[in-house]
């Protein structure tokens, strides 16, 4: 048989790009409208809440248990017996829960709305790796659909493209380079002990300076002592402190709560958040909450501590995370049962911080 002759590539011809572009519309449409009737339809990257949480939050396996399995170095000869193993997802679905059911009562009161919570699970594993995650999110019934496997380069690249709005990590570099990226980022610790938290109720504890606001105010006491610094707040009460790195945060949160409000559930808001300051009211009170009123926002709760632990309060609330740029609250947090987060930012942080007592375990 006579090999056939190779066939002449032709230029498309006038008008077929125009001919085509009905057909990719028509196939675009086709998949944007494709849901499934047995699990809710997945937020359009960068229409809702983006909220990006690492691996490295997971610790391996339950406290106590004996260290089975291995990570993905040899392949292939443990990946399929590793894939076998659940990741310890129990001290994270509280919050992702809590997430998921904000979103159930939105799309329950918006079908059409694309404004929702989205997680996306992070990690620098091997892509293999996600068998494995996938096995451990089915296991604890949790609704996470986007995944992010970078193969040993860090994440951090990817952030903005999924428009983050908050990453989560319990690795520390990591969390330095999101924000310094201006990406809103803590580094995650786990409780020291287990504490019930509201399933039905996302609750979200801030502090208010280097978190929700700037370090200026905390640059004046470190500088020249509290005098100094109620002087300073009172002369400039009516003067706005500049944002924080987690602003943008209690604005998306904010954004989805008056969602509930315009359907008259202020008060049953699935959605609750708090102001946790060791500022006292009387004499720094006052600017911090102007400054959350210029900016628009508010939060359901402001509790001005006057210096005193923060801890047996957190305690009170049981927030499913707060988040704070001092160390020792994080450290005063964890031992009455909270996940807290820290954010590294701001004059605080120098000199080095110290790592608390109780850091969450890897999952790398």
């Known amino acids: ?56 939050t997971i610790p391996r396996q339950s406290p106590g ?27 994270i679905s509280s919050p992702i829960q809590a997430l998921e059911a904000v979103n159930k009562r939105l799309r329950e009161l918006y079908p059409e709305s694309e404004d929702l919570f ?3 699970l992070v990690t620098n594993n091997h892509a293999q790796v996600g068998v494995r995650l996938i096995n451990s999110i089915n296991h604890y019934d949790l609704f996470i659909e986007r995944f992010c496997m970078t193969g040993g380069n860090s994440p951090i690249c990817y952030l903005k493209a999924y428009h983050t709005n908050l990453y989560l990590s319990a690795d520390a570099e990591k969390v330095q380079e999101a924000i310094d990226e201006g990406i809103a980022a803590a580094t995650i610790f786990s409780p020291s002990r287990d504490v019930a938290v509201s399933q039905s109720q996302l609750r979200v504890a801030f502090d208010g300076d280097a978190v929700l606001f700037s370090d200026e105010s905390e640059r004046i006491v470190k500088a ?4 100094s610094f109620f002087e300073h707040e009172k002369a400039h009460e009516n003067k706005p402190l500049a944002q924080g790195p987690l602003k943008g945060f209690l604005e998306a949160l904010g954004r989805l709560q008056k969602k509930f ?4 559930l202020r008060l049953e808001c699935p959605i609750r958040t708090y102001l946790v300051t060791a500022r006292s009211a009387a004499s720094s009170g006052a600017r911090a909450l102007k400054t959350l009123r210029s ?70």
């Not at 196939?27 to 691996?55: E, I, M």
């Not at 409000?261 to 008259?264: I, Q």
């Open 1 to 56: 048989m006579e090999p056939e002759e190779p066939r002449e590539l032709r230029e498309p011809g006038p008008g077929a790009e125009t001919a085509a572009a009905p057909r990719w519309e028509e196939a675009k449409t086709f998949y944007d409208n494709l849901t499934s009737k047995k699990k809710p339809k997945s937020v359009k990257a960068g229409h809702g809440v983006g909220a990006q949480v690492s691996t490295r």
């Open 261 to 264: 409000y315009s359907k008259g």
């Open 295 to 364: 900016w628009g926002l508010e939060t359901d709760e402001a509790l001005f501590l006057a210096g005193a632990p923060k801890g047996p309060l957190l305690e009170k609330i049981r927030p499913h995370i707060f988040f704070d740029d001092q160390m020792f609250h994080v450290a005063g947090a964890q031992e009455m049962g909270t996940v807290a987060a820290h954010v590294p930012y701001g004059v605080a942080q120098t000199p080095r911080r110290t790592t608390p007592t109780k850091q969450a375990p890897s999952a790398q």
């Open 65 to 91: 248990a004996a260290h089975k399995e291995q990570m993905f170095v040899k392949f292939p000869s443990t990946r399929a017996r590793v894939s076998e193993h659940l990741l310890y997802f129990k001290q």
């Open 224 to 227: 020249h002592g509290l005098d």
């Open 118 to 120: 989205d997680i996306v």
